[in-house]
């Protein structure tokens, strides 16, 4: 269990830490590092709880606010974001504390009121609407599918504290609160992962909620967000990789994802990984069937080019490639190079398949595939290692 931590006058962590869950989102992402559940307090006339944590931490999070007040005089709920990670607690709040009033988006208010059916004071609230708390103010600025359409961000306007939910985040469990006392190469591998797994498909929205925000000229000294660490020093550090990210940036790399049955498809893999690495391009070369896919597509995020490929079975992919495939689908990658490889026995088929799931996804220039009937040969082995020459000169 974690203390609360001040991180402005008044204003004070009092989330959970959550040293053990190793995946989110349906089994879709893996925690390898854990994460964080961040709740904010902050301490005024009215005193206001922004964002809750996960139902099963909440006994966490109350203690935490006792260290500071006793949570029976919180007055006011904020609710960036429906989720029940963020908002799992607030049915606990609202026994200890009946009257208070909550705030949301419109959205919010319907998601809040379908997971927990109890009843509550809910205000919704919209950009520029402001909830004065005495010597604080917090503003609204409405985000819609960053990630989920009831999402807002609240800004505390004497703080310049932005709290934006699920927006620069991490899943990252630590001791530490604040981004710049823990391992660089970590933290931004969990930033990039946390983007690529959970926002890529919502880059073009992302881009323009920014965009928005920086119009609004408001000064932001800190980066609250809702799972991992809280960004202080050169806040604006993530919100510039978001943007990189955001705008499709790539480079010469290439992703190799495939199954395997019997081994020819790997022998494909590996010799189309040698021609793209003899042609001076970065390629990295995953099995996906023993592979933690959640980093795969991580790793997708400033690739170029995507090669997929899989034996047959039952005129289909293997079932990871299947199921990594139809994740694949969700990604909408855009301005990238795709190609297709896989070895089968007596009929083919699933180069087929992974053919339609990458035109169904759309956005990436798709080039020749290759196959090979069984065990490829020294010859058949040479052209998938040109394959990988060819495809490294449209990188």
């Known amino acids: 269990m974690m203390s609360a931590v001040k991180i402005a006058e008044n204003i004070y962590w009092v989330g959970a830490v959550d040293w053990k869950v190793r995946s989110f989102h349906g089994h879709t992402y893996s925690t390898k590092r854990g994460t964080t559940y961040n709740s904010y307090l902050v301490v005024d006339d009215k005193i206001t709880l922004v964002d809750g944590v996960h139902a ?89 599918m960053i990630h989920w359409p009831d999402s807002m961000f609240t800004y505390v306007v004497e703080d310049a504290i932005l709290m934006p939910n699920d927006a620069f985040g991490q899943h990252f469990a630590s001791s530490e609160r604040f981004a710049d006392e823990v391992d660089q190469c970590a933290l931004w591998d969990e930033a990039a992962k946390y983007y690529a797994n959970i926002l890529w498909p919502l880059g073009s929205i992302i881009k323009r909620k920014i965009e928005e925000v920086v119009k609004m000229n408001i000064p932001v000294k800190v980066i609250a967000p809702s799972h991992g660490l809280i960004w202080r020093k050169d806040p604006m550090k993530i919100v510039e990789k978001y943007l990189e ?47 933690d896919i959640t980093d795969v597509f991580t790793d997708m995020l400033d690739a170029r080019g995507f090669i997929f490929g899989s034996s047959t079975h039952d005129n289909d992919m293997l079932p990871s490639m299947a199921a990594f495939m139809e994740l694949y689908k969700g990604f909408k990658a855009k301005d990238r ?56 000169s449209k990188l």
């Open 245 to 291: 990210w955001a705008s499709g940036k790539t480079r010469k790399k290439a992703i190799i994802a495939y199954e395997t049955m019997w081994g020819a498809t790997e022998k494909m893999a590996k010799k189309i990984a040698e021609g793209l690495a003899d042609s001076g391009s970065e390629v990295k070369l995953y099995n996906v069937a023993e592979t």
């Open 56 to 144: 099963s931490f909440a006994d966490e999070m109350l203690d935490n606010i006792r260290r500071i007040i006793d949570p029976s005089k919180i007055e006011c709920i904020v609710a960036n974001h429906v989720e029940t990670d963020h908002s799992g607690a607030i049915p606990r709040l609202l026994e200890l504390n009946p009257k208070a009033k909550v705030y949301g988006t419109a959205k919010c208010k319907e998601g809040l009121h379908r997971y927990y059916y109890v009843p509550m004071d809910f205000q919704v609230v919209k950009t520029g609407d402001e909830l004065k708390l005495g010597q604080k103010t917090l503003k609204f600025i409405e985000a819609p």
């Open 337 to 392: 190079h795709a190609a297709v490889f896989g070895s089968y026995g007596w009929a083919g088929g699933a180069v087929k398949e992974i053919e339609s799931v990458i035109a169904e996804a759309g956005g990436v220039t798709t080039l020749p595939s290759i196959s090979v009937k069984y065990m490829p040969d020294e010859k058949e082995l040479e052209a998938c290692r040109q394959f990988g020459v060819d495809f490294a």
